[in-house]
Each structure stands twice: as structure tokens, then as C-alpha cells.
């Protein structure tokens, strides 16, 4: 069974050279294939490939719902086996999996998905969480009839799936954000209908720890440390203090 970290970038977007020079310092070039989005004017990067049909949603390019899977099957990244680890490039890698992360995002099946958390909270996050802050238009507040009130909302910027799921999951993404696009003006509600889409599909989540994925967009996770522009999590070992560090630091430091 092959995994395979993907994610997308314009050239425009300032955030991906740092990213990728941390891809390539923690992972092999065989495990990892990125989307250049758009057209460029320079080379894209030599561990990429050419995506020019990316959708605009919300004004900006966006994939993650899954627009990204057919050219990767029509460059030979993936097959219907394959995990995908699709992930936000807003972020740096800061060390390479180890045994047990490799084995949990590996061992992600069919009708599953591992997401890291949207906050930290005593509850899953839902969609009423998570709709005020991707601006929603008039049309959300008169048209919205709490179809989606029990859809559990997580941070897909780090997201592993099945490519034969995440092409069910595309599916219901896309219909939902044609019916109902018009509700959001962020780009960010990308997240909202894709979590709707695994949701409505059935699909069980599985909680990725916070060393191996942590944000920082909605606040600090706790026990978070950032010790020489590196995130760590603290925990108590016995009265001692252990860091273990995060592996994708997302919004956190370094960028």
C-alpha cells in the first residue's frame, strides 16, 4: 500500500518555498508529489506537476475538496490503494514520521479518514462553530435551515484518505458547493463543505495527535512550546517536563 503527501501552491503564494525545502529535508522524493496551481512564469519545482485547471472558489485557487485527484492519477502518483496525506503549504515540516505515525496514517481504510482538530475544545467542533468566521453572505442567514447543524468541523489542512474515498468525498463536495457556494465568501468554507461531504457520506474520523499535526489558526494549542522557532508539546512524565516536537507545525513558527 503506498501514501502520498500531496499539496498545492501558486506561484504567488509566498509560504511555499520554505515548505517545500522542509518536505524534501524530511521525506523522500518517491513519497511526496506537489500542485503547482495556475500558470507560471518561472519553472515550477522539479517534485511537482502542472495543475492549471484548478477551481477559483471563494476567490482563490482551491483543490483540497479533491479537485486535485484526477491529475494525479493522470501522472501515476496514485491508484485506487494509495493514501493521500493532503495538507495546507502555510506550514513547515520538522521532522519525518516516525514508526507509529507512518503505521496511523497508513492504516487508514476505506470509508475513514485521519483530520486534525479544528480547536481544542471538550466537543468536536460543528458547523455553527465554524460558519461566522468564513464570512457568510446574506444569503446564508436567509437561506440556511440547519441542514448541516450536526456536521462535525475539523482543520483539513491536514487530511488522510483513501483516493478511492476522497473521490466519493470530491463528488459530495462539489455538489454541496454548487448549491450552496453562494453562502460563504472565504475561501476557507472549502473546509465546511468538505467536512459536510464525509459527513453525509458516513465516513468515521480518526483524531491525528497534536505531535503529529498542530495548528495555530484559531490560538495556541495547549501545552504547545516554541523553543528556537520550533513547536513542541509539553507533557508531565513523572514531575519532568518532556517536548516531544510536532511534525507538521501548521501556523505556528518558521514561516
Not at 4 to 24: A, G, Q
Not at 67 to 75: P, V
Not at 235 to 244: A, E, H, K, T
Request: aromatic residues 12%.
Amino acid at each position: 500500500m503506498k501514501t502520498l503527501l500531496s499539496f498545492s501552491f501558486d506561484e504567488s503564494y509566498r509560504y511555499w518555498p520554505k515548505f517545500i525545502e522542509s518536505v524534501r529535508r524530511n521525506f523522500g522524493i518517491d513519497s511526496y508529489c506537489g500542485l503547482a496551481l495556475g500558470l507560471w512564469r518561472n519553472p515550477i519545482p522539479p517534485d511537482c506537476v502542472p495543475m492549471q485547471e484548478a477551481a477559483d472558489l471563494f476567490g482563490r485557487p482551491v483543490v483540497q475538496h479533491g479537485a486535485f485527484l484526477k491529475t494525479l492519477r493522470n501522472h501515476g502518483q496514485i491508484n485506487d490503494s494509495t493514501t493521500i496525506l493532503f495538507v495546507d503549504v502555510d506550514a513547515k515540516f520538522q521532522r519525518p514520521f516516525d514508526a507509529e505515525e507512518l503505521r496511523l496514517i497508513e492504516g487508514v481504510g476505506v470509508n475513514h479518514y485521519l483530520v486534525g482538530p479544528n480547536r481544542i475544545h471538550d466537543r468536536p467542533e460543528l458547523w455553527g462553530d465554524e460558519a461566522p468566521r468564513v464570512l457568510p453572505t446574506e444569503a446564508y442567514h436567509h437561506e440556511y435551515r440547519g441542514q448541516f447543524d450536526r456536521v462535525p468541523v475539523f482543520n483539513t489542512g491536514f487530511l488522510a484518505m483513501n483516493a478511492m474515498t476522497y473521490e466519493q468525498v470530491y463528488g459530495r463536495a462539489l455538489n454541496f458547493i454548487h448549491n450552496y457556494g453562494h453562502w460563504f465568501q472565504h475561501h476557507a468554507a472549502t473546509q465546511l463543505f468538505l467536512c459536510a461531504a464525509m459527513w453525509e457520506l458516513g465516513l468515521r474520523s480518526l483524531a491525528a495527535p497534536l505531535t503529529l499535526s498542530a495548528h495555530g489558526h484559531c490560538g495556541t494549542p495547549p501545552g504547545l512550546k516554541i523553543v528556537d522557532d520550533e513547536a513542541y508539546i509539553a507533557s508531565d512524565q513523572n514531575g519532568n517536563v518532556r517536548l516531544d516536537k510536532v511534525a507538521y507545525a501548521h501556523m505556528l513558527c518558521g514561516l
